[in-house]
């Protein structure tokens, strides 16, 4: 019987070990429920960085069909954006109204470009992988917290194995916070706080990537400047804002967690056999309009118009990604 007792023991403990071992680490788990202060590099399981051998170049269907597709995915579980408008109805192109400022504009510099624009909020319409696989990019466009389902989140796995482009726009560093994978294609970072939105200057570190190259070396952009815990890590930084140029001061951003003297805006990597390219930006509501004059509204409007574009059409494939 002790014998028996013993061994039960030591195989609850060698199971309590396997579930710890498989349970994430900090550094995996993201987002501000977590500790926020290990910024070590995890591997989320996958094949990561700006290696383009992490890529997988298959013949999946986006790739053979002759057509240039992209979904817009704007879902939002809890903030939302002025730039969204009031939450889109169900099914794929519903109606947009002139207050769907992000979504009309990400459908019309895709129509400038060749390309095909669908746009959802309805998460049924990501529950299959074949729904994703014609797309040669999906951008997710300043969604907050929980907007995938179990479905969705298998289909945006597989989708991405097969090649596929994301392209995650300012709050969607602030969603799914629980599901480890998504972190990860994310660059392992995650939306902590920001200040006010408020004018800064935007430098490049990256001389020949195509979303940054049409762009001044340095430039004045208004924005909701993220704090980012954990910081990105594997990745390739295409450009930051310098915190000491912040109206009204911020360095440190008020002494919260994160990095003080880096924060950066935009990054890219390979993902899992997938491009991904984050970029914090595009708060202002302003961002989004083409403008028609010269004033200074206009011209971020056509700075930022150029980053995301470029940074969509090089994840496409269209161009080339991610480079230094």
């Not at 349970?23 to 399981?45: F, I, K, L, M, Q």
């Not at 169900?90 to 979504?103: I, K, R």
């Not at 019309?108 to 299959?128: A, F």
């Not at 300012?170 to 902590?192: I, K, R, S, V």
């Amino acid at each position: 019987m002790r014998i028996r007792t013993v061994l039960a023991g030591a195989a609850a403990l060698l199971v309590g070990a396997t579930v710890l071992a498989a349970w994430p680490s900090t550094a995996d788990r993201g987002g501000p429920r977590w500790a926020v202060d290990d910024d070590s590099r995890a591997d989320y399981g996958v094949c990561r960085g700006t290696d383009p051998g992490c890529y997988h170049d298959w013949e999946t269907a986006f790739k053979t069909d002759g057509v240039d597709r992209v979904l817009v995915y704007s879902a939002t579980g809890v903030s939302r954006h002025a730039h969204l408008g009031p939450r889109l109805a169900p099914g794929m192109n519903p109606p947009l109204t002139d207050a769907h400022v992000a979504q009309q504009a990400m459908r019309r510099w895709g129509t400038e470009h060749g390309l095909s624009v669908d746009w959802t909020e309805d998460v049924l319409q990501l529950d299959s992988p074949g729904k994703l696989l014609g797309y040669d990019a999906v951008v997710f466009l300043s969604n907050s917290r929980d907007i995938l389902d179990d479905a969705a989140q298998t289909s945006l796995m597989q989708y991405v194995r097969a090649g596929g482009g994301f392209v995650a726009v300012h709050n969607t560093l602030g969603a799914e916070y629980h599901w480890p994978y998504f972190q990860g294609l994310l660059g392992g970072a995650a939306f902590y706080d920001h200040g006010p939105s408020r004018n800064g200057r935007v430098e490049k570190t990256s001389r020949r990537d195509v979303s940054v190259a049409d762009l001044p070396k340095r430039f004045v952009l208004k924005d909701e400047f993220y704090n980012l815990a954990p910081f990105p890590t594997g990745v390739r930084i295409l450009a930051e804002v310098d915190p000491d140029t912040l109206e009204g001061g911020g360095k440190g951003f008020n002494g919260h967690p994160g990095h003080p003297d880096q924060h950066p805006v935009t990054w890219c990597q390979y993902y899992d056999g997938g491009r991904a390219w984050v970029t914090s930006l595009g708060h202002e509501v302003a961002l989004w309009r083409d403008g028609d004059g010269n004033g200074d509204a206009d011209e971020q409007a056509r700075l930022f118009k150029s980053h995301v574009v470029n940074g969509l059409l090089s994840t496409m494939g269209k161009k080339a990604f991610c480079r230094a």
